[in-house]
Structure formats: C-alpha cells, structure tokens
C-alpha cells in the first residue's frame, strides 16, 4: 500500500525531530538552540520541523510528554515490613531505574522548569507521583500504624525530594545525595 509508507515516513520525520531536539536541548538548552539546529541534526529541512510543531515551544512540549510521569506510580517496590530505611532504599533503586530509562527528555524537564511554566508543570507532576510512591511505602512499611500523620507526609515528602535532586545532581555532576543515610534517618524519625 502505498499510503502506508508515506505514514511511515511522516511518523519517522517527526520521530527523528523529537529525537534531535531532544539531544540538542539536554546538551545545549531549549533557548540556545535554534530550530535550524534541530532540523540539521534530525536530516530535515526546517519547514518540516515547523510542519510539525508549528512553535518551538511545541517541540519542548512534545519532548515533555515524552518523560513516562505515570509510570512512577505504577512501580512496584518491594515494601519490606517493619523496616523502613529498607523500603526507601527499594524506592530509591526503582526510581534511578525509571530515571535511567526516561534520558534526555527527564534532563530537559529539570534544565526547563524554572523558565518555562508549561514544563514545570510536569516536574510538579513527576514530584507530586513520586511523593505519592514513597507514601505508599512507607506506610507499607510501618509497623506501628499509629505513626501521626504529619511524620509520615514528612518522611515522604522529604525522601521524593531528596531521590529527586540525587538524580539530577548527579546529572550535572554535583555530589550525589546519601540516600541510604537519609533513608536510614527517616526511619528513625518514622519508628522512634
């Protein structure tokens, strides 16, 4: 058929323009990199690039979409029972999976969110399901249900933000986090 190749090669155009501009915003940034770059890079001309995402804004947004924030609260960590420095580090070990695997795109989510309101709102979003999975197992983990409310939310909270900026520390080459450390400290705080 050949209406099938030319849809073939419409979805591998656009595919190799997200590709590219992927690359090019994490290593260089949105702002600093013109459209023409991107076009270069994907082997297209720079109306095709336009042809399919009319701003560049689109583009950034298309990339965003890329990043898989719902498959953070579809990960299934192994809760350990009564021990809750060992389920945050379970945490810990299937977000850096998830992290490793979302690339280019997660990098630009963090570079972007402080200029581009569109795309902090998905770093709300990833923050938001991640502190959502860290409740989930702590309070699979805890063996005293009678912990109050605001530990637990604390505890949460305070180990998304920490697996967060670990990753992107480590991202930019900045130390990383102690999360073992951190996981052990809450757990203290969440059974003493």
């Not at 001309?45 to 950034?60: E, N, Q, T």
């Not at 379970?90 to 570079?111: E, H, K, M, P, Q």
């Amino acid at each position: 058929m050949p209406g099938t190749s030319r849809v073939r090669s419409a979805e591998d155009s656009r595919a190799r323009i997200l590709d590219a501009a992927e690359a090019l915003f994490a290593e260089e940034g949105y702002d600093a990199t013109p459209t023409s770059r991107v076009a270069e890079r994907a082997g297209v001309y720079k109306g095709l690039v336009f042809h399919y995402f009319a701003r560049k804004i689109d583009l950034l947004l298309a990339l965003v979409d890329r990043v898989p924030i719902e498959q953070i609260a579809s990960l299934e960590t192994e809760v350990v029972p009564g021990d809750v420095p060992a389920t945050l580090r379970n945490v810990a070990a299937d977000f850096d999976v998830w992290y490793t695997r979302s690339s280019g795109a997660r990098l630009i989510l963090f570079r972007e969110a402080a200029t581009h309101p569109e795309v902090s709102g998905a770093l709300a979003e990833v923050n938001a399901k991640l502190i959502g999975l860290v409740r989930r197992a702590v309070d699979g983990a805890l063996a005293d249900p009678a912990v109050p409310e605001g530990r637990r939310t604390a505890a949460a909270t305070t180990f998304a933000v920490a697996l967060l900026n670990h990753a992107h520390w480590r991202d930019v080459g900045l130390p990383a986090f102690d999360l073992a450390g951190i996981a052990d400290l809450l757990g203290a705080g969440l059974t003493s």
